[in-house]
């Protein structure tokens, strides 16, 4: 009866030790599963968020699969016609600009902003809104208000957009004869500088090298002395520049026009003439020649620094 008992005993320790082996092999498959790390070497699965890009009417961007606590990639920028990219942003409205810098912890959507993509005939006015090209035939005295106009823009470089002056200057030297501005070859603004807004203040540094003043400089260049005193910002073009209005100044003059036409615009030439314009280049060969660009075919070329010659100005503004 002992023995027998014994092996009773025996019998239902041993179920019980298969049955724990069993929940064991059971609870370490469910940890697998969940990607917790196991004896037998399982590892944690890399856990991801979609980052997608609704880029508002513009041309398709892919959606990026991003680990958690990693970077999204920055697109290329997409396009979409008439518009200019403005960037990506984490609301609906493109108020809060996204970071390409920050972890992405969740699932994500970025917003593409746009702005118009203005062309040669807009008209910019003094509160900072534009007038576009198609709608300036509707533009009159009671729809400026008390606004008045700033410019006409000619041309984009740089992401700004850069406008025509409203008035032009005539029959004014580029430098008076034998002055210090006329028998000097200003290396730095000769033909192949683009960038004509920096033009007057090598002028000035040559004049200041030998002992005299801004003030000196402006009586001696009455062409320059003009663009300065139309305004702050203001400056005679490079060729470059005087080109990018020549290809466009039929759009210009267009609105010109129109402005021309309402009382109080601000606005005090018809047009863009058909003459030669001063740039604000050195020609490289001669000292006292400087660059032109004639508004009958676009063509630039030399001149003497002290001919009178038209001079218009323009300025870059940020849309």
């Known amino acids: 009866m002992k023995q027998s008992n014994y092996f009773l005993l025996a019998a239902a320790c041993a179920a019980l030790i298969c049955a724990g082996c069993k929940q064991a092999t059971s609870s370490n498959s469910g940890s697998s599963s969940s990607g917790i790390d196991n004896s037998d070497g399982g590892s944690t699965p890399t856990v991801t968020y979609s980052v997608t890009f609704n ?9 990026q699969t991003v680990e958690t606590g990693k970077k999204a990639m920055e697109p290329v920028a997409p396009t979409k016609s008439g518009y200019l990219f403005d960037g990506w942003y984490s609301d609906e409205n493109c108020t809060t600009a996204f970071n390409f810098a920050a972890a992405i ?57 850069y406008c025509v002056g409203l008035d032009i200057g005539l029959f004014l030297v580029w430098a008076k004869d034998e002055t210090l501005a006329c028998t000097q070859n200003i290396i730095a603004i000769q033909e192949s500088d683009i960038d004509g807004s920096d033009n007057w203040n090598e002028i000035v540094k040559i004049y200041k090298e030998n002992g005299k003043t801004e003030s000196d400089a402006l009586a001696d260049c009455d062409a320059f002395k003009w663009a300065k005193e139309y305004g702050d910002g203001w400056y005679i073009p490079s ?11 039929e759009a210009i003059s267009y609105s010109l026009a129109m402005l021309f036409n309402i009382v109080g615009s601000g606005c005090k030439i018809r047009e863009l003439e058909k003459a030669w314009y001063w740039t604000g280049n050195q020609f490289s060969s001669a000292d006292k020649q400087a660059m032109l660009v004639t508004f009958v075919n676009g063509d630039a070329h030399e001149h003497n620094k002290s001919d009178d010659i038209y001079v218009l100005v323009v300025r870059g503004f940020d849309y």
């Open 55 to 63: 880029t508002n009417g513009g041309s398709s961007i892919s959606v």
């Open 105 to 161: 912890t969740k699932n994500t959507t970025l917003y593409a902003k746009w702005k118009v993509r203005h062309v040669a005939g807009d008209i910019l006015l003094d509160d900072g809104t534009w007038v576009l090209k198609d709608d300036v035939v509707t533009l009159d005295a009671a729809t400026l208000g008390t606004r008045k106009a700033v410019g006409v823009l000619a041309f984009e470089k740089g992401g700004k957009a």
């Open 239 to 249: 060729i470059y520049e005087l080109k990018q209005v020549y290809n466009n100044k």
